[in-house]
């Protein structure tokens, strides 16, 4: 497979609608990739709270119209990242309907075929861990080449969310992430275990440049399942098209297979 990671600016002096027309662009120019990545949030930035409610929109919004037109004038598999998804509300009123941090995937075809709402949110009862509510169904995506399973930014610190993935059928993690350069080294220490412990694919996708007066760290990775790196961007504006073998995630369980010799789990008796 191929696979191209949008490692996308997000700068406060580029509006939402000018950012939007120029990543759905750099979409159509990755035709003949199998993969794209965006980021999370690159809408409006992970890190801009204050603009979540002026900018969240429902999943069939503006930003579904320009990437599932994208994926398909482009002929490929497209994680548009995340947007703040603006829900349906019961009461009919707008301002009350919650908030969640969703990302959109696309066929070639431009159908919309997975929505995932983050389930771990950032903040510590501040910021997105307050304005937006919780997702609570893991998704995975099939492609003819490999079984996708989808994370989010903050996710990449919870080991059992990926492990629930792998049981789910996951062969290839795709992480999109508004990632802050302050902990980059996390960054790539995460991305890398969650690769060698689930003996699978990690395809890791950040911002680069600064929004909300937060420098992002870029540096969007891509992981074999020995916790190799294929390839990984610096830390501003980049395409990072890297191949792999979608084949080598059997062969490794097969020949190093510790997902057999798991003995604890959520269903493990305690006391």
Same mark, same amino acid.
């Given at each position: 497979m191929r696979a191209s990671l949008l490692q996308i600016d997000v700068n406060d002096d580029e509006s939402v609608a000018s950012r939007r027309r120029r990543v759905a662009d750099l979409v159509r120019?990755?035709?003949g990739v199998d993969l794209?990545? /965006?980021?999370? /949030?690159?809408?409006?930035?992970?890190f801009a709270y204050e603009?979540?409610?002026?900018?969240?929109?429902?999943?069939?919004?503006?930003?579904?119209?320009a990437m599932s037109k994208a994926a398909s004038d482009a002929g490929v598999w497209l994680h548009a990242g995340s947007i703040p998804e603006r829900a349906a509300s019961g009461t009919g009123s707008a301002a009350e309907a919650p908030l969640y941090n969703t990302s959109l995937v696309y066929s070639p075809d431009g159908e919309r075929v997975a929505a995932y709402r983050k389930i771990h949110r950032f903040g510590f009862d501040e910021g997105e861990a307050v304005l937006m509510g919780a997702g609570t169904e893991l998704v995975t995506?099939? /492609?003819?080449?490999?079984?996708?399973?989808?994370?989010t930014c903050y996710d990449l610190r919870f080991p059992e969310l990926?492990?629930?993935?792998?049981?789910?059928?996951a062969q290839?993690?795709?992480?999109?992430?508004?990632?802050?350069?302050r902990r980059r080294a996390?960054?790539?220490?995460?991305?890398?275990?969650?690769?060698v412990e689930n003996q699978a694919y990690v395809l890791a996708c950040g911002t680069a440049g600064t929004h909300a007066g937060v420098p992002q760290a870029g540096h969007s990775i891509v992981v074999d399942p020995w916790g190799e790196v294929l390839a990984e961007a610096g830390p501003d504006e980049e395409i990072l098209t890297v191949e792999f073998d979608p084949a080598k995630?059997?062969?490794?369980?097969?020949?190093?297979?510790? /997902?057999?010799d798991r003995l604890l789990g959520l269903d493990t008796p305690t006391r």
């Amino acid at each position: 497979m191929r696979a191209s990671l949008l490692q996308i600016d997000v700068n406060d002096d580029e509006s939402v609608a000018s950012r939007r027309r120029r990543v759905a662009d750099l979409v159509r120019d990755q035709a003949g990739v199998d993969l794209v990545v /965006l980021p999370e /949030l690159w809408t409006t930035g992970a890190f801009a709270y204050e603009g979540f409610g002026a900018w969240a929109e429902p999943l069939d919004g503006p930003t579904h119209e320009a990437m599932s037109k994208a994926a398909s004038d482009a002929g490929v598999w497209l994680h548009a990242g995340s947007i703040p998804e603006r829900a349906a509300s019961g009461t009919g009123s707008a301002a009350e309907a919650p908030l969640y941090n969703t990302s959109l995937v696309y066929s070639p075809d431009g159908e919309r075929v997975a929505a995932y709402r983050k389930i771990h949110r950032f903040g510590f009862d501040e910021g997105e861990a307050v304005l937006m509510g919780a997702g609570t169904e893991l998704v995975t995506v099939r /492609l003819p080449e490999t079984v996708l399973g989808l994370a989010t930014c903050y996710d990449l610190r919870f080991p059992e969310l990926f492990r629930g993935l792998v049981d789910a059928g996951a062969q290839t993690f795709v992480l999109s992430a508004g990632w802050p350069e302050r902990r980059r080294a996390h960054w790539t220490l995460l991305a890398q275990a969650r690769a060698v412990e689930n003996q699978a694919y990690v395809l890791a996708c950040g911002t680069a440049g600064t929004h909300a007066g937060v420098p992002q760290a870029g540096h969007s990775i891509v992981v074999d399942p020995w916790g190799e790196v294929l390839a990984e961007a610096g830390p501003d504006e980049e395409i990072l098209t890297v191949e792999f073998d979608p084949a080598k995630v059997a062969a490794t369980r097969e020949q190093f297979p510790a /997902l057999k010799d798991r003995l604890l789990g959520l269903d493990t008796p305690t006391r």
